[in-house]
């Protein structure tokens, strides 16, 4: 499957940002845009205008080929996800993430001033219902673990703000939402982790109301038939013009 023509199969202002020759191909896209549909419903707001396919992880075209969805980003998260266009280059990239021989970087803007300028957060999470929602929260569970360095903090407006990047080691649910929060430093927007009247106050001063956190790159090395090709994407886009505007 030629990586163009998937061009006019992607909707809500999704673009493609790179790809290879065995059909691994990086994505970028706005917050609001679901990595999957979840349901009819909401296929108008999926990445990719074709139905899917839970159990295949994969999207179906009209003339029965796959597009293999390979991460996921939570809707309010934007920025660079991984499809693959055939089973193959799926399989052995899908491999790459269950050995960590994946580097991602995210970018944040949290509440306040971090401790120190860089470190690593780890704690046990476990799922949860709410009746509604599968949630995470801190305690015995899957082991989680992220690093982090401080690009900047500042005061606007009486407003004490930081800008992270974020670096999972591990992939839990949620896992930068909740170490954020755990660590002082609860990112903007987050109605489920974060800080809610601080969001409140946010919205109020910057007029402003998305969710803070943004998939900013992405490399990787996976193997195919014995040989193995390196890959990498990064986004188009980064906070600096919103950071701009909220220090004046």
């Given amino acids: 499957m030629d990586p163009s023509s998937i061009l006019p199969l992607l909707q809500g202002g999704v673009s493609l940002i790179g790809c290879d020759k065995n059909g691994l191909v990086a994505l970028e896209k706005p917050c609001g845009?679901?990595?999957?549909?979840?349901?009819?419903?909401s296929c108008d707001r999926a990445l990719i205008a074709c139905p899917y396919s839970g159990s295949e992880g994969a999207y179906v075209c009209e003339n029965g080929s796959k597009i293999f969805l390979l991460n996921r980003l939570d809707s309010p998260v934007s920025g660079v996800l991984l499809i693959g266009l055939s089973r193959t280059v799926a399989d052995a990239v899908k491999f790459a993430f269950k050995c960590r021989n994946v580097f991602k970087r995210y970018v944040a803007l949290s509440k306040g001033f971090p401790r120190s300028k860089s470190g690593m957060w780890?704690?046990?999470?476990?799922?949860?219902?709410?009746?509604?929602?599968?949630?995470?929260?801190?305690?015995?569970?899957?082991?989680?673990?992220?690093?982090?360095?401080?690009?900047?903090?500042?005061?606007?407006?009486?407003?004490?703000?930081?800008?992270?990047?974020?670096?999972?080691?591990?992939?839990r649910t949620h896992q930068l939402r909740i170490h954020c929060a755990m660590n002082g430093l609860p990112i903007i927007g987050d109605e489920t982790y974060g800080d809610s009247q601080f969001n409140r106050t946010f919205r109020e001063i910057f007029?402003?109301?998305r969710l803070f956190l943004h998939s900013a790159e992405i490399s990787?090395?996976?193997?195919?038939?014995?040989?193995?090709?390196?890959?990498?994407?990064?986004?188009?886009?980064?906070?600096s013009e919103s950071l701009e505007c909220f220090r004046r």
């Fill in 33 to 41: 845009i679901l990595s999957h549909p979840n349901g009819r419903s």
């Fill in 220 to 239: 990787l090395t996976y193997a195919i038939g014995g040989c193995k090709f390196n890959f990498q994407a990064a986004s188009c886009e980064d906070f």
């Fill in 207 to 209: 007029k402003n109301d």
């Fill in 122 to 171: 780890s704690c046990g999470l476990r799922k949860f219902s709410d009746g509604k929602s599968i949630k995470m929260s801190a305690g015995p569970g899957m082991f989680a673990r992220t690093r982090y360095e401080t690009v900047t903090s500042f005061r606007s407006r009486g407003v004490t703000l930081s800008a992270l990047n974020l670096f999972p080691i591990t992939g």
